[in-house]
Nanobody, 116 residues
Framework: QVRLVESGGGLVQPGGSLSLSCAASGFTFSNYGMSWYRQAPGKEREYVAAITSVGSITNYANSVKGRFTISRDNAKNTVYLQMSSLKPEDTAVYYC?????????WGQGTQVTVSS
């Protein structure tokens, strides 16, 4: 059974930091590119960041470039999203995604709220 379980969300003040994790199971994690997406209330889900299967290449949405860092540990079947200099507009449910060829899996999401 494929599972992607996000954790680490919560409430943080503007300018603060938060680290998200996504633990994967039920598939060969090291064969999949991993991404983070987010969805704010009333908005469509949007791309945040991605990392290749071996972690050699990363990519970021312009809105988070320089503030967020995606990484992965294939030995632990986990992908991370380190977020810093958080802004209220970063408030959203954050989802991790695994993709390879025609296969794609989603987690259930974790809420991140940036507010004073």
């Amino acid at each position: 059974q494929v599972r992607l379980v996000e954790s680490g969300g919560g409430l943080v003040q503007p300018g603060g930091s938060l680290s998200l994790s996504c633990a994967a199971s039920g598939f060969t994690f090291s064969n999949y590119g991993m991404s983070w997406y987010r969805q704010a209330p009333g908005k469509e889900r949007e791309y945040v960041a991605a990392i290749t299967s071996v972690g050699s290449i990363t990519n970021y949405a312009n809105s988070v470039k320089g503030r967020f860092t995606i990484s992965r540990d294939n030995a632990k079947n986990t992908v991370y999203l380190q977020m810093s200099s958080l802004k209220p507009e970063d408030t959203a449910v954050y989802y991790c995604n695994a993709a390879r060829l025609t296969s794609t899996y989603w987690g259930q999401g974790t809420q991140v709220t940036v507010s004073s």
